[in-house]
Every structure is written in C-alpha cells, then in structure tokens.
C-alpha cells in the first residue's frame, strides 16, 4: 500500500511527542487559569465554646492579603434555627494570617454557631440576621 498510493508511516516517536505537547499545555493552561482565578481570602471557624447562657467563645482563622480590611459575619443559633447572636467584625489591615478570638454575646444557650464569611471592606454578602419578630439583637461584643 506504501508503494501504490504513497503513504508514509509516522514514526511513533513524533505522536508520542506531539501528545506528551498537548497534554503539557492542557496542564499550564489550567495551572494558570486555577491561579488567577483563586480566592485571596479564606476564613475557617476553628472552634467554638459555650462559656455561660449569654455568650459564647468563638474563634475562626483568616488568611489575607495584609493590606486588605476585612469584614467577617458570625452567628449563633438555637435549636429552632432562630437567631440568638449575630456579628459584624471589622478587622484592621496587619498581618496576613490571623487567629480571631471573639466573645459573641446571645440571647439564649447556642445550639450551633457559624461563620457566615468573610469579605474585602466593610460590607459582607452574607445573610442578614433572622431574629424572631420583636427580638432586638444584642449588643457585641460581650463584655465581662
């Protein structure tokens, strides 16, 4: 068939190459795309304790961008899923990992806590607050 119509054979180390190529570039183009395209700010509730009925000890991790304020949301709710504590805390540029301890006054016993998240400046996207009807949010934070 060679003689009659003039085909050749590729050499199988010139397609194995050409694979080995595309393959590569598939790979930088998504490393790429993976970085440009990563959150700089992460934020992670570490723990949480409910030291007395009206407040509860909450500590979460943030990494940043140390130029960068923060807002971070928490909130505390009862077995019912109704609001009992609900914070906005501003954090000042510094260091580019933080360890946040914050005393989040409520208004009943916490049955979980969250950590709503985090954003660049002063205004979070995240829920508002859903206290029942008529139930003022506490003042924050908790102050011996």
């Known amino acids: 068939m060679i003689a009659r119509y003039g085909l050749d054979r590729r050499p199988w180390g010139t397609i194995i190459g050409a694979i080995i190529l595309i393959i590569g570039f598939a790979l930088a183009l998504i490393f790429v795309t993976m970085g440009l395209t990563r959150d700089t700010l992460t934020a992670t509730l570490v723990t949480w304790d409910d030291a007395a009925p009206d407040h509860v000890s909450v500590t979460f991790d943030v990494q940043r961008q140390g130029a960068d304020t923060i807002t971070c949301v928490i909130r505390a709710q009862d077995k019912s899923r109704a609001d009992v504590g609900y914070a906005d805390i501003t954090i000042a540029p510094g260091a580019a ?48």
């Open 97 to 144: 990992t933080l360890l946040i301890d914050y005393e989040l006054r409520i208004l009943a016993p916490a049955y979980v806590v969250e950590l709503l998240g985090c954003s660049v400046g002063l205004a979070a996207n995240v829920q508002q607050p859903q206290f029942p009807p008529g139930v003022v949010p506490p003042d924050q934070p908790w102050v011996p």
